[in-house]
């Protein structure tokens, strides 16, 4: 009888341990067939609202500094569309919070206003907040 029971029990333990590594199979694939939005979002370059032939003017002009910068922005900002524009004015932001912080919070408040929830550009928003204040 007591060899019966502990066969019973190899038996549930074995269809347990199954059953759990059906289901950790099953999250690890959802896992990874889930889009890569993080790379894009990290970086901006994945989001959706500039045209290709002006990303490089776009390195170039970060790269040369704030005001080389700003005057890019305001030179192609009617190409720019959101969610790509929101983040382009929060790296300007970024750039100008030291020489220019009041034109820096102008900037983020019409941002912050424009940008909902929703938008893969929101977490950028809140993180910046905490510099800038609400």
């Not at 502990?6 to 099953?26: M, P």
């Not at 959706?48 to 002006?54: D, H, K, T, V």
């Not at 720019?80 to 408040?109: G, M, Q, S, T, V």
Request: proline content about 6%; glycine content about 4%.
């Amino acid at each position: 009888m007591t060899k019966a029971i502990w066969v019973l029990i190899l038996v549930v333990a074995a269809y347990v341990g199954y059953r759990l590594f059906q289901q950790w199979d099953q999250a690890r694939l959802e896992h990874e067939s889930r889009p890569r939005q993080s790379a894009a979002v990290e970086t901006g370059e994945g989001l959706a609202g500039m045209p290709a032939q002006l990303e490089l003017s776009y390195r170039e002009a970060r790269s040369r500094g704030p005001a080389a910068f700003q005057d890019w922005f305001s030179q192609n900002e009617r190409y720019l569309a959101d969610p790509r524009k929101a983040w382009i004015e929060i790296e300007l932001c970024k750039a100008l919070i030291r020489e220019n912080p009041a034109a820096a919070k102008k900037l983020y408040a019409t941002v912050k206003e424009r940008v909902a929830s929703s938008s893969p550009v929101y977490p950028k928003v809140k993180e910046l907040e905490k510099v800038l204040g609400p």
